[in-house]
């Protein structure tokens, strides 16, 4: 079924002709729509200004669709997102409330899809289809959500799409970029596309991580990860 295109944002930062809406190469200020798929070429990244200064940051080489971005009362959004490949940060301001669906096309054993709810939303993801790994990491104060996982502040998860085995840990005294590069082993879709101050080759031996499991979504107690 065909998604109704509706101008939603705009551009606000792309590297030259590294950024596209559908086979559109993208400039700044271009408009933002639903049902398009923005994608970036190898070295390239992108950011996309909608309501309330909300930003979302794609990393290089990704492609992701907007499907729905609902203004449902002030401050107060509905947003559901499709991540193909690649990275993606979606960021909110600290009183902006949003009910987020995340899913990932073509991954035939993955039934559950991410949820992220609350205030001051910063949730990134990476899917890696070569290598068979997805990656998620909450690093702001929403509820991030995979299945019976809750994921808070500083908890990231690792599953094989090849086994669906799922791996959860927790990275103390990191916060934004940092947190978020050291945990998703990757930093094009942060705020600026930097390297974390830190490497990692692990991206989860900080010393205050905890593993809540390699097994399945059950293998942790409690609501969260840490």
């Known amino acids: 079924m065909d998604i109704e295109k509706i101008i939603i944002g705009r551009v606000l930062r792309v590297n030259k002709g590294k950024g596209f809406a559908g086979d559109e190469k993208?400039?700044?200020?271009?408009?933002?729509k639903t049902g398009t798929v923005f994608s970036t070429l190898a070295g390239g990244t992108m950011?996309?200004?909608?309501?309330?200064?909300?930003?979302?940051?794609?990393?290089?080489?990704?492609?992701?669709m907007i499907k729905e971005f609902l203004i449902s009362e002030p401050k107060s959004h509905k947003v559901t997102i499709e991540l193909t490949k690649g990275s993606f940060l979606y960021k909110t301001l600290r009183k902006t409330q949003t009910d987020l669906t995340v899913s990932m096309?073509?991954?035939?054993?993955?039934?559950?899809?991410?949820?992220?709810?609350g205030f001051n939303t910063s949730v990134a993801f990476i899917n890696k289809p070569d290598e068979n790994e997805l990656r998620f990491v909450?690093?702001?104060?929403?509820?991030?959500?995979?299945g019976d996982k809750i994921l808070s502040s500083g908890d990231f998860g690792v599953i094989n799409m090849g086994t669906n085995t799922q791996t959860y840990k927790?990275?103390?005294?990191?916060?934004?970029?940092?947190?978020?590069?050291?945990?998703?082993?990757?930093?094009s879709m942060t705020t600026t596309a930097a390297q974390p101050s830190t490497s990692n080759n692990s991206g989860s031996s900080d010393s205050g991580s905890s593993d809540s499991g390699g097994g399945d979504s059950g293998s942790s107690s409690g609501g969260g990860c840490g």
């Open 26 to 32: 993208l400039k700044k200020r271009n408009p933002v």
């Open 47 to 64: 950011t996309l200004m909608l309501d309330e200064k909300t930003r979302i940051f794609i990393g290089d080489d990704s492609e992701i």
């Open 105 to 117: 096309q073509g991954i035939t054993n993955m039934e559950k899809k991410f949820t992220s709810e």
């Open 138 to 146: 909450n690093a702001g104060e929403s509820k991030l959500s995979y």
């Open 170 to 187: 927790k990275i103390n005294n990191k916060f934004g970029d940092n947190l978020i590069g050291q945990a998703l082993k990757n930093s």
